[in-house]
């Protein structure tokens, strides 16, 4: 019996091995930004053996963090290796791109224009074009997906809202969606610029205050919410879908027990790519 175990246990690990992907690290020179910014990209396992193009999901970090986060902290090649092995999941590439540095007072970070870092234009002029003619991106809507966690989970968000034509699913994860109030004594710094971009871009405000045009662009997006518990942005996720189902767009809502933290985004990473998966071609 131990020795048919082991066995077991050795077809399971070659199996795996068998669909092993790879991520690899690049950099794109940015005009926008006046600066390179490196990115981490999930390649399907032979990739470098044919010329097919993949449907792509964009994974974006949170604040003090950076493009390898996801890779590092968050187990992302684990995780697509198992569940594109298992078939929860489609053969996908994975870009992961740099937004922000642990300094956060005295570096840039964030998804959004600000003075002096327009990544928001980047993001979409520069780096989408950029990255999926490089390697073998579908490049439409339908094949394209965006999530992320925290102020990633919050980039992700309004991304999909302020370009509906660009994505077929977003999934935000323990989302920093608004910045309801900002000290009148917060020093002027890096943070301060990020705080002030995620108030003007509020992707709740956005959503209360849709017209019926906007909705109905929202409405050709899936959406889906997905925060701990005991997380302190907790209310934000609530209050996005529910303004959300006012306006007749269809989101899910997760609420599991847990906080901010890589434990919950790991989770969360494994509902989060069957779902792009699910609304690829749709």
């Not at 077991?8 to 068998?18: R, S, V």
């Not at 493009?67 to 090649?77: D, I, P």
């Not at 003007?200 to 899936?222: D, F, G, I, L, P």
């Not at 989770?267 to 690829?280: I, T």
Request: aromatic letters at 12%; charged letters at 25%; glycine letters at 8%.
């Amino acid at each position: 019996m131990k020795t048919k175990c082991i066995l077991m246990a050795l077809m399971c690990a070659a199996c795996l091995n068998a669909w092993a992907g790879k991520i690899v690290t690049d950099s794109i020179e940015s005009k926008v930004l006046g600066t390179t910014v490196k990115y981490n990209v999930y390649l399907p396992n032979g990739f470098d053996k044919t010329d097919k193009k993949y449907p792509v999901v964009y994974l974006l970090h949170g604040l003090y963090g950076g493009y390898e986060n996801w890779a590092k902290q968050g187990g992302m090649q684990t995780v697509a290796d198992e569940l594109i092995g298992t078939g929860e999941a489609t053969e996908m590439i994975v870009i992961m791109p740099n937004a922000g540095h642990p300094d956060i007072h005295n570096i840039r970070n964030g998804y959004f224009n600000m003075p002096g870092w327009n990544y928001e234009d980047f993001f979409f002029d520069e780096l989408i074009p950029g990255a999926e003619a490089k390697y073998r991106g579908v490049g439409d809507k339908q094949h394209r997906a965006i999530m992320g966690l925290s102020m990633g989970g919050g980039g992700s968000a309004v991304y999909a809202q302020h370009h509906t034509d660009k994505f077929s699913s977003c999934y935000a994860m323990s989302a920093w969606l608004d910045q309801p109030e900002i000290k009148a004594d917060m020093p002027k710094d890096k943070f301060y610029y990020t705080c002030l971009s995620v108030q003007q871009n509020s992707a709740v405000k956005y959503a209360e205050n849709a017209t019926e045009e906007q909705a109905a662009q929202m409405r050709t997006v899936k959406w889906f919410f997905d925060c701990g518990d005991d997380d302190g942005l907790f209310e934000l996720s609530v209050k996005i879908h529910v303004a959300m189902r006012s306006k007749k767009i269809k989101s899910e809502l997760r609420v599991k027990n847990g906080v901010h933290n890589w434990e919950y985004w790991h989770l969360a990473l494994r509902e989060a790519l069957p779902f792009a998966s699910r609304n690829f071609d749709k």
